[in-house]
């Protein structure tokens, strides 16, 4: 049985995986490669276990930010996403990255939020305001665990502040979020009974899946920096909408990537994008990168790294050819994944263990 964290994960049937995708309008780039890295990592766990795993990982093809970038490619917003969704897909199948149950895109699933809105609506979760649905957050930074001057710098920072969001005279509460916002002239806009408009981000999730696996899931992944607003809400607006919580067993919050301290992201000009050092390096060599700090920690990407990381990557594949020191080596590699996926456990095992507990670690992470 996996554990995440302190949060047994024991499954009767199918485990339902949701993934938070990727705003096709860049590059990959080792911020993004790490958490699903890990996300596959734990499928590929969660499958030697005995459990059958299916995976949503959507694609956020409807944002602000992706327009602005199209707008200035002087592309389609929709055919400008595809492009980068092709070049995202390039490099997971090169990360080894497993192939995914679902994707959905937000711009297919336009009718789904239209339906959660008004569920929101009638349920009295929502209320609506100059052609916008706004979902009502009070209470949603409280169970997150932030006080009100962190939770309004993350708002704004991820796009939901009141003043900046260009919507905030018409919201009751600071907290509440866009579920539906109206779409000016040049906006990607869709008919629904509030007018044209287009979905906020988190109702966009809320809606893929719960469309996807109904109201619950076993284990939601995703960048620690979508923790809030992105995932709380995400949560909130499923749980007002089905009435079942929790709306994840567990939550696999990968930790970010840094560069001198501050956090991989294009707006700070500091991206490492993991096609070019797929090409001058064993994709076993950048998996085991990803994978060398628990995955929840934060860490510092120094280029030297890599090269330590295809060290050990010999190692590992030495000890695979050696036989094995004891035969409960691999028994011990597996239960050290299975416990928090401890990745560094498993793999001073199969180091000093060899043979099948070796060979075994390096088909659960991947490093052929």
Not at 236 to 249: H, I
């Amino acid at each position: 049985m996996l554990t995440i964290g302190t949060t047994p994960l024991p499954v009767v049937g199918r485990a339902r995986m949701y993934v938070c995708g990727i705003t096709p309008y860049d590059t990959t780039h080792l911020g993004h490669a790490r958490t699903f890295v890990w996300a596959d990592v734990a499928v590929r766990v969660l499958r030697h276990a005995g459990v059958p795993v299916e995976v949503c990982r959507n694609v956020t093809d409807v944002d602000d930010v992706l327009t602005s970038a199209a707008r200035r490619a002087g592309s389609p917003y929709d055919s400008f996403a595809a492009v980068q969704q092709f070049y995202f897909d390039r490099d997971m199948a090169a990360l080894h990255v497993h192939p995914v149950t679902y994707e959905p895109r937000a711009h297919t699933y336009v009718p789904q939020v239209v339906a959660l809105a008004r569920a929101l609506l009638e349920l009295g979760h929502a209320y609506e305001r100059e052609g916008a649905v706004y979902f009502r957050g009070a209470g949603v930074r409280e169970r997150a665990g932030l006080d009100a001057e962190e939770a309004a710098r993350l708002l704004a920072e991820f796009g939901d502040d009141p003043v900046s969001g260009g919507a905030g005279p018409r919201r009751d509460d600071p907290a509440d979020v866009a579920v539906w916002r109206p779409s000016a002239k040049g906006e990607p806009g869709w008919p629904s009974e509030w007018g044209d408009g287009r979905p906020g981000w988190h109702a966009e999730c809320a809606a893929m899946a719960l469309t996807t696996f109904g109201p619950a899931l076993d284990l939601h992944a995703g960048g620690a920096d979508l923790r809030f607003p992105h995932h709380a809400y995400e949560a909130a607006m499923a749980e007002a909408v089905t009435g079942v919580r929790p709306f994840a067993r567990a939550w696999l919050h990968v930790g970010v990537v840094r560069v001198d301290g501050a956090k991989m992201a294009k707006s700070a000009g500091n991206l490492v994008f993991t096609a070019d050092l797929l090409r001058h390096h064993p994709v076993g060599a950048v998996r085991l990168l990803l994978l060398g700090h628990p995955w929840a920690a934060d860490w510092d990407y120094r280029p030297g790294g890599l090269d330590k990381a295809a060290a050990r990557l010999e190692r590992l594949h030495a000890a695979a050819g050696r036989p094995a020191a004891s035969a409960a080596g691999e028994r011990a590699a597996v239960r050290a994944l299975l416990d928090d996926l401890d990745v560094a456990t498993a793999l001073a095992i199969a180091e000093a263990e060899g043979g099948q507990a070796a060979r075994t670690v390096i088909a659960l992470l991947a490093l052929r």
